[in-house]
């Protein structure tokens, strides 16, 4: 299962030697992230903080599919974990709700690899109550091990199993488009590629494709968090990235904008009726750099395919009377950013324009100010 | 796998049914307790907030233990994620760390199952920064997929899977001591049963009985935290209860104090050498009410063994010229304390005894007062 344990100084001397830039050295395979944690100038004053869970069900699983602790007995599944942070003085200002991607959990809007602030605090700094789930199957809202269990126990075969995938080192490089090979960056990327043994720690194994209800209940959550939210922007990366549309689909009115951050793919399939109620909502994607690098997986050969479904369903919404755009940095001068954009060095130069989009686009708009 | 869906207002029934008290009732399955959740009077200033990983070591793993999305590459795996929060001129006191029970996440701190602040923000609002981890295998520190995916390949046999266990929400009401058997309370019990499906979502399978590596890798993560912020109290829960006393074995210079809260055990099996090193450290050890009452699993008969197993421990230490101590608020006259006794109705009391113990037997005696 586990094999020849590599040191994980070899990404930085890698690095060094390909790029000819002189790089921090991680401290190895054990590094030690908390020392690169930098402090920001200012406090940061809440009103709250806090967690709790959106939706769940209840489920009667087997001694067996308990792990052979106790007898039989009921559980809850499939309910989403949510941390939050409101600003003092920023409850009366619109929520934004961040959606991590595949193999990834909140953690990605938090602290960035390398130690500097994360979009989570950015935007409460900004006044923005932010609110953070773990994908229903992943992190602290848990998966359903029943049927890991019953194959264990011989109940069901271990071939009806569900897959759970992890995206290799090598394999995030391309992928994530830090540069087309492993370890060797492109010349203007802006990830802090010295720190991606810290990113590799943010992966954990994910279920979704294949082992979770369908539809994904993360769907309902969401729209059930921006229910009970009154309203809120609903932001969501990479795998994560068209759920906002999911949700608001379900419950348009408190959807107050959508913003998808490099998502894997914008459905093709909408009908005309939900290209309507779409339409009716403001909806911003974003696309980092480099997006024709080959990701050397199956799913998706390139990022740009993922760009160019979302400028089609842009174009849909638009002939529809919507307002939907796409943001492209590298179109408008800001080169190298990567498909981790939120985790950029120049990430807050980023998270400016979607505040800005937000302002525009959401706040100024149901003021009735445009 | 799943089979009848129960709603779970079941449980606000019974309980209003046998305690003959009107309570709140929930919503049902789909709970959504944003609604419950209180706000402070007065904002959380804070010098900084975050996360980051301790530890993790980077392995090999064949195609299809990654999930079959891509080659065979590196990950890596047994990394600590932690989440912290430092107040506002208070990143000179002593830190606090805290590490949760089987089958929960470092979620166990925060928010109470009905909405009132957690011991994390707390400790906080009290001058200490806090330092939250997921055990390794568990919430956002992730586990090791590839014997899964194995055995889903038919690569390795099924029957060779770790279990992955929960407790059932029958099997928490006697062993989590709200009552003796479910939906019937103690008449005096402090954990705030109304809201007893929220802490049923704060469930998630645990492979760390038999699934993890040996020694478990969370001992070294929370001696390597400790160091890494010059020393801490390391507080750990139920099944993580005796994890900081194998974490300062491993550095004690930096173990500043020990807090155990109701933990399953307390090793009997110290060499002299090891009581000799535990005895320099200030040790404080908490348990709840209602002790004698049948667990109905198996591991742990009832709960009074644990109290008696740790109270040999403090005597072998006391012999040793430690100064190692039991908090028994029962019989101090406060009644009714759960296993869960961090999100206790008197959750806060309870707090201020600890914050109590730590100011006199480690603050005080670090600064050579006593």
């Known amino acids: 299962?586990?094999?020849?344990?590599?040191?994980?100084?070899?990404?930085?001397?890698?690095?060094?030697?390909?790029?000819?830039?002189?790089?921090?050295?991680?401290?190895?395979?054990?590094?030690?992230?908390?020392?690169?944690?930098?402090?920001?100038?200012?406090?940061?004053?809440?009103?709250?903080?806090?967690?709790?869970?959106?939706?769940?069900?209840?489920?009667?699983?087997?001694?067996?599919?308990?792990?052979?602790?106790?007898?039989?007995?009921?559980?809850?599944?499939?309910?989403?974990?949510?941390?939050?942070?409101?600003?003092?003085?920023?409850d009366g200002n619109v929520p934004v709700v961040m959606v991590h991607g595949a193999t990834l959990t909140g953690k990605s809007w938090e602290t960035t690899p390398d130690g500097r602030i994360g979009w989570d605090e950015y935007f409460v700094r900004?006044?923005?109550?932010?609110?953070?789930?773990?994908?229903?199957?992943?992190?602290?809202?848990?998966f359903n091990q029943a049927a890991f269990n019953n194959a264990r126990t011989g109940t069901a075969p271990a071939t009806g199993l569900?897959?759970?995938?992890?995206?290799?080192?090598?394999?995030?490089?391309?992928?994530?488009?830090?540069?087309?090979?492993?370890?060797?960056?492109?010349?203007?990327?802006?990830f802090p590629v010295a720190a991606v043994d810290e990113l590799s720690k943010q992966g954990v194994p994910d279920v979704s494709f294949g082992g979770l209800p369908n539809p994904n209940p993360t769907f309902k959550a969401l729209s059930d968090l921006a229910t009970q939210l009154n309203g809120a922007v609903l932001m969501g990366h990479s795998q994560g990235g068209p759920f906002p549309l999911a949700a608001a689909l379900l419950n348009p009115g408190v959807a107050k904008g959508l913003v998808l951050v490099e998502p894997g793919r914008c459905p093709a399939d909408y009908t005309d009726a939900q290209i309507k109620t779409l339409a009716a909502i403001p909806i911003l994607v974003l696309f980092g750099d480099h997006r024709d690098t080959p990701t050397g997986i199956?799913?998706?050969?390139?990022?740009?395919?993922?760009?160019?479904?979302?400028?089609k369903l842009i174009d849909r919404l638009t002939a529809a009377g919507g307002q939907a755009e796409m943001l492209d940095p590298a179109a408008r001068g800001i080169k190298g950013n990567s498909h981790m954009i939120m985790q950029d060095k120049n990430h807050l130069q980023i998270a400016d324009l979607i505040l800005k989009w937000i302002d525009e686009r959401v706040v100024k708009r149901a003021a009735g100010k445009k």
Not at 25 to 42: E, F, I, P, R
Not at 165 to 175: G, Y
Not at 181 to 189: I, L, N, R, V
Request: aromatic letters at 10%; glycine letters at 12%; a positive charge.
């Open 298 to 311: 199956g799913i998706r050969p390139s990022w740009q395919l993922s760009f160019e479904g979302c400028q």
């Open 162 to 190: 569900a897959r759970w995938i992890r995206f290799s080192d090598e394999v995030v490089w391309p992928n994530f488009r830090f540069g087309s090979k492993p370890g060797e960056p492109y010349a203007d990327s802006q």
């Open 126 to 142: 900004r006044g923005h109550p932010v609110y953070v789930p773990d994908q229903v199957g992943r992190g602290r809202s848990g």
């Open 1 to 90: 299962v586990q094999s020849q344990r590599v040191s994980s100084r070899r990404w930085a001397a890698l690095i060094a030697a390909t790029s000819g830039v002189a790089l921090a050295v991680s401290t190895g395979a054990q590094a030690q992230a908390l020392k690169d944690v930098q402090t920001a100038d200012k406090p940061l004053v809440l009103k709250a903080q806090g967690s709790f869970f959106v939706g769940g069900e209840t489920v009667e699983q087997t001694a067996g599919e308990l792990g052979d602790l106790g007898p039989s007995g009921h559980i809850t599944v499939n309910q989403m974990y949510v941390r939050y942070m409101v600003p003092q003085g920023g």
